[in-house]
């Protein structure tokens, strides 16, 4: 009878065993209870988590990474503090204004490692959380590796967009031999209102970011401003591509190179700034190739020029080297070359020559300008424009700081 017995509660036992691992382990071990995020873009996300043990849980780590191009995974970890005790129920917050900010679009991984005073560890399974701008419902449309995502206008007016980029990327591989190698995601904001709500430190001229380290860009382009918003995408798009090409842990591109690619992908330079390098041709006034290696000025008409000065030093080396030459130089600059070493490999002649040349280049004397050949109904109309242009500089002009930090 007692044999009896002892065999009854051991297969009862067994059978707990097998039917309620959970239940058991609730119990004796520790358990994660739960475990959630929320995101409030731009701003922030919210991890949350609970645990329990029959001991006190000692420590708690948050885990993650971001989802970018980088030359070694880097994660971070978050010790998070709290009292000790047997059921922890934690939250912490990433704010974006302690890492700069996040685009639309991007995404990070996290986990937990929780462990309990009997040494008792748990590390749950890496989650992906997407940083949407939940603020708008967006649309999108795909075409070869750029995807348009877009929340204000007609389908029409995007596909016209689209054909822009995909312009824009042809134009790039027969200047330049650049190409997109990765995924390209491009987020068209209404206006740059509304994009500037999308970031953490908007600059009030911000109208177009490229965000090159994770295939994302960001611009504002009303419905009713097309044009504009086509010259926009080829030049976020070219540096994109450009920044893609040339990555590495070493040096980055001259300023120079790396706007004026992207303006010359735009198409011809504007009258605007044409009239700015024209004045400092005339003036004897133009900034050297050395000064623009470097960020560009936040003064408006130094700035101007600087844009105007790269366009016209990339079409020179376009125009009088070819497209293989260009494509040497960023395979020599993708080495982590410095500035007067690539352009000696690639050209023959340092920055001080570059200067020189393009300098001979630009002022062989041409043909009258045309402004004395322009019909004065067409000046009235340029003149007209000049107010809608100083408008246009004012959203075309990009946080150079933002991109570069990432
Ligand atoms: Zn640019």
């Given amino acids: 009878m007692i044999k009896k017995a002892s065999l009854l509660a051991l297969v009862i036992c067994l059978l707990l065993t097998v039917l309620s691992p959970s239940l058991i382990q609730a119990r004796t071990g520790l358990t994660l209870l739960s475990s959630s995020a929320q995101v409030e873009f731009p701003s922030r996300f919210i991890f949350n988590m609970s645990a ?3 001991v006190n849980i ?3 780590r948050l885990c993650y990474t971001v989802d970018r191009v980088s030359f070694a995974q880097v994660t971070s970890e978050v010790c998070i503090e709290f009292v000790p005790t ?10 974006m204004v302690r890492i700069g900010g996040l685009p639309p679009g991007s995404s990070i991984k996290y986990w937990w490692i929780i462990e309990d005073g009997k040494g008792e560890k748990i590390k749950t399974t890496p989650a992906q959380l ?4 939940t603020r708008y419902s967006w649309h999108s449309l795909t075409e070869g590796k750029v ?4 929340y204000e206008g007609e389908e029409s007016f995007v596909r016209e967009l689209m054909a822009a980029a995909q312009q824009a990327l042809t134009k790039l591989g027969q200047n330049t031999g650049a190409y997109l190698e990765r995924p390209a995601k491009l987020y068209i904001y209404a206006d740059a209102q509304d994009l ?4 953490i430190y908007p600059q009030e001229w911000t109208g177009g970011v490229a965000f090159t380290r994770y295939g994302i860009m960001a611009i504002g382009i009303a419905p009713d401003n097309l044009s504009w918003g086509k010259r926009a ?3 976020e798009l070219a540096h994109l591509v450009i920044h893609q090409m040339t990555l590495n842990p070493y040096n980055s591109l001259p300023t120079w190179l790396d706007e004026g690619l992207a303006m010359y992908a735009e198409g011809p330079l504007v009258p605007l700034y044409k009239a700015y390098l024209d004045k400092a041709i005339a003036e004897d006034n133009l900034i050297s190739v050395r000064s623009l290696s470097s960020p560009f000025s936040a003064y408006t008409e130094e700035s101007l020029l600087s844009y105007a000065q790269s366009y016209s030093l990339v079409e020179f080396l376009i125009t009088s080297y070819g497209q293989d030459m260009m494509l040497e130089l960023l395979l020599i600059f993708k080495q982590g070359s410095s500035y007067d070493e690539a352009l000696g490999k690639a050209y023959g002649f340092d920055m001080d020559g570059l200067d020189a040349l393009w300098r001979d280049y630009i002022t062989v004397p041409t043909q009258p ?7 004065p109904a067409l000046i009235g109309v340029i003149s007209a424009l000049a107010a809608v242009l100083l408008l246009w500089l004012g959203l075309a002009i990009e946080s150079w700081a933002w991109r570069r930090g990432w």
Wanted: glycine share 6%; aromatic share 10%.
């Fill in 369 to 375: 300008v045309e402004k004395e050949l322009m019909p």
């Fill in 52 to 54: 329990e043990s029959d």
């Fill in 58 to 60: 000692t420590g708690v």
């Fill in 130 to 133: 997407q940083f949407d701008d």
């Fill in 147 to 150: 995807t348009i995502y877009w």
């Fill in 196 to 199: 500037q709500g999308a970031m």
């Fill in 86 to 95: 047997t059921t922890v129920d934690v939250s912490w917050a990433l704010e």
């Fill in 233 to 235: 995408i080829a030049h």
